[in-house]
């Protein structure tokens, strides 16, 4: 069992950067394929940003080029770097590791874009 917990939400004004981070339990850590996805109010819950195989990186559209996302595998913990965020970028993120049949969520970490 893996547990996931995201942390560096917040509340940002359009146009800055935040870096969400997700730390892992468990020692299996570097086997998982690693994602970010968020949903906004009203709206069904999305893909961000994944690494597949350890390297293979794949970002949605929206946020391509803005957001990066990376893995310390010494540290069990998956990132996101956000830049030059926009309002549209508000919802809850969450984190994901899958491996086969397993699949685990975070809980969520809230961020908002706003002036």
């Known amino acids: 069992q893996v547990q996931l917990v995201e942390s560096g939400g917040g509340l940002v004004q359009p146009g800055e950067s935040q870096r969400l981070s997700c730390a892992a339990s468990?020692?299996?850590?570097?086997?998982?394929?690693l994602g970010w996805y968020r949903q906004a109010p009203g709206k069904q819950r999305e893909l961000v940003a994944v690494?597949?195989?350890?390297?293979?990186?794949n970002y949605a559209d929206s946020v391509k080029g803005r957001f990066t996302i990376s893995r310390d595998n010494a540290k069990n913990l998956v990132y996101l770097q956000m830049n030059s965020l926009k309002p549209e970028d508000t919802a809850v993120y969450y984190c994901?590791?899958?491996?086969?049949?397993?699949?685990?969520w975070g809980q969520g970490t809230q961020v908002t874009v706003s002036s």
């Open positions: 994901r590791l899958t491996s086969g049949s397993e699949d685990y």
């Open positions: 690494i597949i195989s350890g390297v293979i990186t």
């Open positions: 468990g020692s299996l850590f570097s086997m998982y394929d």
